[in-house]
């Protein structure tokens, strides 16, 4: 969930297709503190799908819901290259278009992960339709954890699912239904279904997975958001941090669950943004002592911001299972020394913890865990008012926990610092670009056009979008410009001594056409400076969402999403070098992308105008090894009109669920009705 201009299903205005997804004839914690406490183990879970009433395909709201927002106008200026600096007043160049890679780093496999098919269909069906994926993934011990949405699956290193083959008793309009084995993470974590199709009674919501597999302790963590909800599907504004963590290195068995309240933490930034609060987006790290989570918060009665929060777990006491988990939480507000309009100081926004290769924790001043934020987004300079900036800036923040050890004690006394440093502008992107954006959709994209169509016949009269809609829309959508991100920082990286991030931002590709580019980081913590940055562009493509992994001799891997003029969206990569910097970039091999973006998020008549394209809103790499596991959302698969039609447009063959394009019922199909994003997991040797 990303709260701040991109909250994925946040209030619920539902929409019901008419007849869409029917089924056609298959014969034809309190406030701010830095005090420890315990947190309680509260059972256990595992990748087994919970008791469910199979839906039988007729009516019922297809997603929970889409805030209506405005963001930020794309930066207007123009960013010049300084690649390879040193933080502050380097000597900038035109940006130039990155190469393409041709073998360094040495591609070793790659898979499709997890899809929207599988997100909506798991569970019998008792799930949303959700986009963009928000991606968890972590390797190790021959595994590779997969958590996207809200559904879970656990591969082999040939990407196989290891898990149980759950078909036969998967049950959706009347068939048992492929969806590779996925697990719903609703099961996952013990509570009903997302809904109940049968009633429409609403579970919790869970939102926002991460993944991490600690080699020190042979253990997998899973983290999500969960939102309490009532039956009706109404917000209870309690939320907690769900953390999962394995039994023992093998994630298809047992795991331990233990759960914060996150629903009282915050503080009230210029008197007008009170409690509770939501912790939204999530993420994690560790070292050699602590387990982390962060998360922003944000005030639910009001626009603006409740500061970043962190909340330091004893990694040791996790992973033995222990029933109480020694854990000190720290709000972030107030700790930079950078003005905003509450006064001299920001809050953190969007902390993200660092990640470290095994054997590569900082052991001094009682052990150190290192986080990345940016400054360019009003949480940080607007927080009271939750608007007004500029979106630009020149400064990243490295902020410092010390004393971790002292997690496994019965008191703990973390000490927290920041430091300012200097980088090279960046500033809020443009949207993407994707083949046909601005044009009516064609037949190779089928919802929107399907939502202009008035003229097939189909099993509901004349004209498509009566499968979609109870009320005609406008037939005037076109093929959109997918979301890109804002400027808060990525993944967050500790190795060779220096802490690795990345950024998304606008940059000018060989002095042309507006992009979104990526800006990347090396930072040497015992400096206080940086050690090496600069951007990532090229004239033709966005760069969006970067996610990266580094090994700990300093080589590293990039993961991010491509698209361009003449590019779908695709899974893509560039190695980056504690001395060289970032090199040359690709699509991975089988990651490219087959077709536009055709998510529900992207029209007029299913999200209101403007729509947001959404697309994100994280990706995720991880070391095993001597390899680096990355994972990037792009489309899969192409699917034609007649084919996405099916049934429902009168042919005797085809899925008898709307738009999946499978072979036949049941069969695992591309994609769902109103939407078609997937994922791709690669493993590459730098």
């Known amino acids: 969930m990303r709260l701040r201009g991109r909250t994925k299903l946040a209030l619920l205005a539902v929409l019901a297709l008419a007849v869409g997804v029917l089924t056609a004839s298959a014969g034809t914690a309190t406030g701010a503190s830095a005090a420890g406490t315990l947190v309680p183990k509260v059972g256990t879970g595992g990748p087994q799908t919970g008791a469910f009433t199979p839906w039988d395909g007729t009516g019922g709201d297809e997603f929970a819901g889409q805030e209506d927002e405005d963001s930020p106008d794309a930066y207007s200026g123009n960013i010049v290259d300084r690649s390879l600096s040193s933080g502050g007043a380097a000597v900038g160049v035109s940006t130039t278009t990155g190469k393409k890679a041709k073998s360094n780093p040495k591609f070793v496999s790659g898979f499709e992960g997890l899809n929207l098919f599988q997100q909506r269909y798991a569970r019998g069906g008792n799930q949303f339709t959700v986009e963009p994926p928000d991606q968890g993934m972590c390797a190790g011990n021959g595994y590779v954890v997969e958590a996207v949405n809200d559904v879970l699956n656990v591969f082999d290193s040939s990407g196989h699912s290891v898990l149980p083959d759950n078909t036969s008793t998967n049950i959706v309009s009347g068939f048992p239904t492929d969806v590779n084995h996925a697990v719903d993470l609703n099961s996952f974590f013990g509570y009903a279904p997302a809904i109940n199709r049968s009633t429409g009674v609403r579970g919790p919501f869970v939102t926002d997975p991460s993944c991490l597999y600690d080699a020190a302790t042979q253990r997998f963590f899973v983290v999500v958001l969960t939102l309490e909800s009532t039956p009706g599907g109404a917000f209870t504004t309690v939320n907690h941090l769900d953390i999962a963590v394995s039994q023992t290195s093998n994630p298809a068995g047992s795991w331990n669950i233990y759960r914060t309240n996150v629903t009282n933490d915050g503080s009230n930034i210029g008197g ?3 409690g509770p609060y939501l912790g939204d987006y999530p993420h994690i790290g560790a070292d050699a002592n602590g387990f982390y989570i962060t998360t922003n918060a944000y005030p639910w009665c009001c626009n603006g911001f409740g500061g970043a929060q962190i909340y330091a777990y004893s990694k ?91 997690l496994n004690s019965g008191s703990p006394a973390l000490g927290l610092s920041t430091k300012l440093l200097p980088v090279g502008t960046y500033a809020i992107p443009p949207k993407q670009r994707q083949p046909g954006s601005g044009t009516p959709p064609g037949l190779g994209v089928p919802q929107g056009h399907c939502i202009n169509d008035t003229t097939t016949a189909t099993i509901a009269g004349v004209g498509c979008w009566r499968l979609l809609f109870v009320g005609q829309p406008a037939h005037d959508e076109v093929v959109s410009r997918p979301d890109s991100n804002d400027t808060r920082m990525q993944q967050v990286f500790y190795a060779n001594g220096k802490v690795w991030g990345a950024l998304d931002t606008a940059l000018n590709p060989d002095g042309g056409q507006q992009r979104a580019g990526i800006a990347w980081y090396v930072v040497n913590p015992n400096a206080g400076k940086v050690a090496l940055s600069g951007y990532l562009g090229a004239a033709g493509h966005d760069f969006t969402y970067p996610s990266l992994a580094v090994l700990g001799n300093g080589r590293g891997i990039m993961a991010f999403t491509d698209t361009g003029d003449s590019t779908f969206p695709s899974a893509a990569y560039a190695s980056i070098d504690a001395n060289a910097g970032i090199g040359e970039w690709n699509d991975v091999p089988g990651g490219e992308g087959a077709a536009a973006d055709d998510g529900f998020t992207s029209y007029k008549s299913q999200v209101g105008n403007p729509p947001r394209t959404r697309w994100g809103d994280y990706g995720a790499a991880a070391v095993d090894g001597n390899s680096i596991w990355l994972a990037s959302e792009y489309i899969a698969h192409a699917c034609d009109y007649a084919t996405w039609g099916g049934r429902f447009f009168g042919a005797t063959t085809g899925d008898n669920k709307l738009g999946t394009c499978a072979a036949s019922p049941g069969a695992a199909g591309t994609r769902a009705a109103i939407g078609n994003w997937s994922t791709f997991i690669s493993k590459f040797t730098p």
């Open 272 to 274: 007008g943004n009170p």
């Open 316 to 406: 040791a006491q996790l992973a033995a299972g222990a029933a109480n988990v020694s854990m000190q939480h720290l709000d972030t507000t107030g700790m930079v020394n950078a003005p905003s309009d509450a006064g001299s100081t920001q809050p953190g926004f969007t902390v993200w913890p660092a990640q470290s290769p095994p054997g590569s924790f900082n052991a001094d001043n009682g052990g150190t865990e290192y986080f990345l934020s940016s400054n360019a987004a009003d949480e940080a300079t607007h927080p009271a008012a939750g608007t007004g900036g500029n979106y630009v800036s020149n400064q990243i923040v490295l902020w410092t926990l010390t004393n971790t050890a002292s």
